[in-house]
């Protein structure tokens, strides 16, 4: 998904002349390799898990769902999706390259107005055969309004797929805040940093792939009051939505990224038929 079309052996990763470092960039860490859409060529060859989970991530911006997301592509082999860093990547490169709903999105984004849910449903329509994919995905900022979820529903419904569970990470807002306040991206692989939960080695560098952190626009302190309002009136009603279909699993976000991931692991463990040593 996201990562789209066919696979192949390692051979063919040499042929294609990516590094390992950049394939583990691709499949755990590169959460916007979705921008590519349609016509983009997948690049994962590795092979398909025993279960293709395929995931939503709810919570409140800063509770750390594309932390967890990384963290569950890493262990289940699952394609992490975010549409926050599609559009973020979408903004830096010329509107030219890009066709569909993702051109249409960066031009309204470019005026400052905000992508309407039936924009961001096209999106994802546009990609819809990455629903099918044999390595399941992890939606990580989509559905964001009620409209866009019952969408996503009838796309999945359509392709004969189902969700297999909608994981909301739930945080107190000020820690909410704290988190937001003080997390840098890396410019190209998009992983994420905590300036002092999760430190780089070395300052402003990517530990993953050397690249550059820096601080997102919407991380500064009025955009981030911005943000929380819009998640409680437009997200947050997608926990009922979901409670009432009974695939909702709170998990909380509070604690150290791996001890949240042990909770995510006791919750997917029971999904996945894996046999993990
Ligand atoms: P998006 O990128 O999706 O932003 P978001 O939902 O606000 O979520 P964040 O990425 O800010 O937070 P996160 O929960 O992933 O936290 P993270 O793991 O990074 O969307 C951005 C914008 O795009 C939206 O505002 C909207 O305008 C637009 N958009 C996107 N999708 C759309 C859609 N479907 N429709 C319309 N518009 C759309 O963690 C945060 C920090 O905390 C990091 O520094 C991290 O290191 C740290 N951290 C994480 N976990 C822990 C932990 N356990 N302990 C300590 N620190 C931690």
């Known amino acids: 998904m996201g990562l789209l079309v066919g696979r192949g052996s390692q051979r063919e990763v040499g042929l294609l002349g990516l590094e390992r470092g950049m394939m583990h960039m691709i499949i755990h860490g590169d959460r916007s390799r979705w921008l590519h859409g349609s016509n983009g060529a997948c690049i994962r060859t590795d ?4 279960r293709a989970l395929r995931l939503v991530l709810l ?4 509770a750390g769902k594309g932390t967890q997301a990384a963290l569950i592509a890493e262990r289940y082999g699952t394609c992490p999706l975010s ?3 599609v559009f973020r990547e979408a903004k830096r490169g010329p509107v030219a390259t890009l066709d569909g709903a993702m051109k249409q999105a960066v031009e309204l984004m470019a005026q400052g107005r905000l992508v309407p849910d039936e924009t961001v449903v096209d999106l994802v329509r546009e990609r819809g055969h990455c629903l099918l994919c044999n390595y399941g995905f992890i939606l990580d900022g989509f559905p964001r309004t009620a409209w866009q979820a019952e969408a996503l529903e009838d796309l999945l419904l359509e392709r004969g797929r189902r969700l297999d569970a909608v994981l909301n990470y739930t945080l107190p807002r000020d820690i909410v805040i704290r988190r937001l306040s003080g ?3 890396c410019a190209d692989c998009k992983a994420t940093y905590h300036l002092e939960d999760k430190p780089p080695a070395a300052p402003g560098k990517c530990d993953r792939c050397g690249g550059s952190l ?3 626009s919407d991380d500064h302190p009025d955009a981030i009051a911005v943000r929380l309002q819009a998640y409680e009136e437009s997200t947050a009603p997608l926990i ?3 409670e009432d279909r009974q695939m909702l699993h709170n998990i909380s976000a509070d604690g150290a990224p791996s001890d949240v991931f042990a909770r995510s692991r006791a919750l997917l463990d029971s999904l996945a038929d894996f046999a993990f040593a």
């Open 47 to 50: 092979p398909y898990p025993a």
């Open 59 to 62: 919570g409140a911006p800063g």
């Open 83 to 85: 549409t926050g860093d």
């Open 183 to 185: 997390r840098r991206t």
């Open 214 to 216: 820096f601080q997102r």
């Open 240 to 242: 009922a939505y979901y």
